[in-house]
Each structure stands twice: as C-alpha cells, then as structure tokens.
C-alpha cells in the first residue's frame, strides 16, 4: 500500500490511541490496517517513518524511535489506551535479538505503563514457550524462551493483558477457516495460522468497542488476564473465532 503520508511526529501524544509495536510487519500492518478501517486513532513506534508511511494508512500517526531504546518505548506509550506488542526479531543474538526485543522490550514497556489508566497490553507471543525440549530452544538461541520471560514480566507486572501464542505462522488466505483458541501449551507442531486471521483477530481484541467476530460468549472481560494458542480450524466459519469453553482461564502467577 503506497499514499502520500507526510511523517510527522506529533508530541504530546493523542489520549486514548492504540499504539502498535511491529506495526510495519506482516502481522502489524494487516492489522493496523483493520484497526483504521474501523476508524480507531493508531500510533506506531517505528525505526523509519519515511518507510513507514509507504506502508501504513495515512491516519497513523508515527513516532520515530527504537525498541532497544527505553525511553522512546516510553514516550510512544503516553496516553495510550491499548497496546500491541507484534514485533518480531532480526536476529538470535546482539543488535535486534530476541532477547532484545520480546523480553527486554516488552518488560520496558510494562513497566512504562504500569501506573497509567491504559486497559489492555495485546502480546503476541508463540506456543511452545513452556517446552524447554522445543527444537527453536535448540537450535535459534533459545528464542522461546526470551518469549516466554517477556510474557512473565507482562503478567509480574500487573497491566491488564492477553497474550497470544500463535502456531505455525503462514501467508495463506484469511478468512477461509475460523480460529481455534486452546490453554495449557500443549501443542507444538502440526497447527497453523494465517497471518492474515491472526492480524484480523488481534484487531478485535484491540479495539475497545469490543470484537465482533468472537463466538458470542465472549467479551472483552473474558479475554483479560488470559494466555492461549491460536490456529486455523476448519470446524470453525472462517473470519470467527471460538474456544471449546464458554470462558477463558485466568493466568496464575509466573
């Protein structure tokens, strides 16, 4: 997607925004991208506004920054109502590691926002993360793990969150199945997603009004302070997303 957006970045930052961390990648902007549509106020932390803007609707607003840099991770988060963290990782280790970004970052983030009146912190995260036998804890610098600490330090934190565990991530088409939700870690391998499914979910959790494609037991009160993993089930309509319990378990601690 191309438009003529001018980056600009914008101190003091608009109350009320939902802030997209990862915003240009290939969850983050499918997502951002539903978010707009349905006229919510979006700002993304971003490295590059001018790549950025080539990417992202014009009603984004972008902050320029980094999140191995704590007090622009910060500064993008003054005001806002809802996060999403969707960043992914350019390497296993120094410069963008996993360790930087889905532990260190998501740990500065929480604590930025620890005392604020902001009502939901979205993580995405990956199933496997409890399985120390998990082949990507072998053979990608222990990655799951780093995610796994990020998602500890969210719920040490006490923000109000939902952490998503995503299976088998894919750039298939979305919609052509619905989305299974499930609790406990228990499955590895053999389920996949669409990216394109997981964005569209993800946007439902973040908008305040509510989602609108979850089984109708849902609301916004039964998904805060949960973790589960997510993937397509052709059982389900696509473009909905269901769970096999009227209501999500709470996170215990740690």
């Given at each position: 997607m191309t438009n003529d957006h001018t980056p600009e970045i914008l101190p003091p930052m608009t109350d009320g925004d939902i802030l997209v961390l990862g915003?240009?990648?290939?969850?983050?902007?499918?997502?951002?991208?539903?978010l707009c549509a349905r006229g919510l106020p979006v700002r993304a932390l971003v490295r590059d506004a001018g790549h950025a803007a080539s990417l992202l609707p014009a009603t984004v607003q972008l902050v320029e920054g980094d999140l191995r840099d704590h007090d622009a991770i910060e500064h993008a988060?003054?005001?806002?109502?809802?996060i999403a963290f969707v960043a992914g990782v350019n390497g296993l280790a120094g410069r963008g590691s996993s360790h930087e970004i889905e532990f260190a970052a998501v740990s500065a983030l929480a604590e930025a926002v620890r005392d604020t009146q902001m009502d939901r912190f979205l993580l995405l995260s990956s199933a496997g993360v409890t399985q120390p036998e998990h082949p990507h804890n072998c053979t990608f610098g222990s990655v799951l793990s780093c995610k796994r600490r990020g998602e500890e330090a969210l719920r040490a934190s006490a923000v109000p969150h939902v952490i998503l565990r995503a299976l088998g991530l894919r750039d298939l088409a979305g919609g052509t199945q619905g989305v299974r939700m499930v609790q406990g870690d228990r499955i590895a391998f053999g389920e996949v997603i669409a990216r394109d499914d997981l964005a569209a979910m993800m946007a439902d959790i973040a908008d305040p009004a509510g989602g609108r494609h979850f089984a109708s037991e849902f609301d916004q009160a039964s998904l805060t302070g949960a973790?589960?993993?997510?993937?397509?089930?052709?059982?389900?309509?696509?473009?909905?997303?269901n769970h096999a319990h009227p209501a999500l378990q709470s996170d215990g601690a740690g």
């Open positions: 915003a240009t990648g290939r969850v983050g902007a499918p997502m951002v991208a539903h988060a003054q005001g806002c109502q809802r973790t589960f993993e997510v993937f397509n089930d052709a059982a389900i309509p696509g473009g909905t997303w």
